[in-house]
């Protein structure tokens, strides 16, 4: 636990430096995946892909950067999934409350296009007897064509 600490202090710092210095490289891919990384180690996953978009946007040809943003979007869909499963397990059990809570981290983690997610929500809604927020989020299921 002692070096996980140390390391994501290094990282922080890492990024703060990087944050204060950025403004005078905006336009340099290896700055833009340097500072993802900072930043995925942080936690903050979806700043991180933006930050990845910005450096494939300014060199395409950059292949590390891809190789950053194939991993970061492998990592987002692997919490999507644990937090879906925990979402299923908890609706098996009937704690409701555990089923809601694990879909909005689920989305918040960037599974926002998983369908089973909003009707895991939906559904739990329901059974927490609140039927307006159960509508409202069976409207906000993405729809693909």
Known sequence: MYDIDIRR????????????CNHCTLDNAACRSNRAASLTVLGRLAEAVRDCDEAVWLDPGYSRVHQWLASLHLHTLQLAEQHLNKCLDAMRIGDWKSAMREGDVAIAAGAYSFPQLFTCRAEALLKLHSLVDAGAGLSNIPKFE
């Open 9 to 20: 202090d290094i990282f922080r710092r890492r990024f703060v430096c990087q944050s204060y």
